[in-house]
């Protein structure tokens, strides 16, 4: 019903920085929020970030507080993470997700669409 892609992940060095976008296609219309959750290897999916779709409140994870930005484009029906001063343990893959509710937006399962991922490695 609902489709997102990810798009801009990479290598990057330590210390530099990352722009990533997902955009949603389909039944747009009722989307609440995206966010940006992330996977490491050997731990479970966490909460990055998140942005309401109505007012572009945003919400962070504290390990990237000050770091890394979450926007929108309405129009676009497309938000943006823009992460900078990259450590090593933000290595992971990257996943961009829309909920249809409000509500605490750092909880995955109320997260109803999902994107593919995109991998973002970061080098000491």
């Known amino acids: 019903q609902v489709q997102l892609v990810e798009s801009g992940g990479g290598v990057v060095q330590a210390g530099g920085s990352l722009r990533l976008s997902c955009t949603a296609s389909?039944?747009?219309?009722?989307?609440?929020?995206m966010g940006w959750f992330r996977q490491a290897p050997g731990k479970e999916r966490e909460f990055v970030a998140a942005?309401?779709?109505?007012?572009?409140?945003?919400y962070y994870a504290d390990s990237v507080k000050g770091r890394f930005t979450i926007s929108r484009d309405n129009a676009k029906n497309t938000v943006y993470l823009q992460m900078n001063s990259l450590k090593p343990e933000d290595t992971a893959v990257y996943y961009c997700?829309?909920?249809?509710?409000?509500?605490?937006?750092?909880?995955?399962?109320?997260?109803?669409?999902w994107g593919q991922g995109t991998q973002v490695t970061v080098s000491s």
């Open positions: 942005i309401s779709w109505g007012g572009g409140n945003t």
């Open positions: 389909g039944r747009t219309s009722n989307m609440y929020a």
């Open positions: 997700a829309a909920r249809t509710s409000s509500g605490d937006y750092r909880l995955t399962y109320r997260y109803d669409y």
